[in-house]
């Protein structure tokens, strides 16, 4: 069980997301918050699922030198639609035209995650699929006028009042759309608590700053 793993170390999230944070909170695991401003840039030869992984371990590394006793979990999320990855809107005007892309069709969810003890590493990703109705000008207006979710990846929050009234279906972990895949998480550090199991490096360059493996 996840809080048996955890309940000897300092658990630190490696994110300022107030979503993430409620999230870990509800798995009733105690845990302070840590983070660095990282540029959110990557090679622009990576997979989609790769971006996601890349920068959740830049924010897992950028905190690891001073807390090599604590568990760290870091995690980002990327939307993907027709192969562009849209990120966090920079103006209204920028968050109205990727809601209106988004108006409609299918996208992808994608969140990487990374979790560090030491030189112990173990990055992953999940992936959910999302389908918007057709959404007004009135109705995208009034959601970015109300809620201004300016620091959300394709301009939208699922658990928000677009979300409710313009979400059609998703295949896929829910709350991984919210930002952190719980279920994959409590997998994951059963998986790496396993004296059995070596994570294997994954395949994203990290800058010669933040690259450490298993040393």
Known sequence: MIQHHLQNFPVI?????????????????????????????????????????????????????????????????????????????????????????????????????????????????????????????EEIHYYLDKYQPYDKAGSYGIQEWLGMIGIQRIQGDFYNVVGLPLHRLSVEVDRFFDPSYTPVPHSPEVSSKYLYFNS
């Open 13 to 137: 999230l490696a994110s300022g997301s107030p979503r993430r944070k409620q999230l870990l909170e509800s798995l009733d695991i105690p845990f302070t918050i840590q983070t660095k401003n990282i540029p959110e840039n990557y090679p622009v030869y990576l997979q989609r699922q790769d971006i996601a992984q890349f920068l959740s371990r830049q924010k897992a590394y950028s905190i690891r030198e001073h807390n090599m006793d604590a568990f760290i979990i870091a995690a980002d999320t990327v939307v993907v639609q027709r192969n562009d990855v849209l990120g966090k809107p920079n103006t209204k005007e920028e968050a109205f035209t990727m809601l209106q892309r988004l108006s409609g069709t299918f996208h992808e969810v994608i969140t990487g995650v990374t979790i560090v003890l030491g030189t112990k590493e173990s990055t992953f990703f999940e992936r959910t699929e999302v389908l918007f109705k057709n959404l007004s000008p």
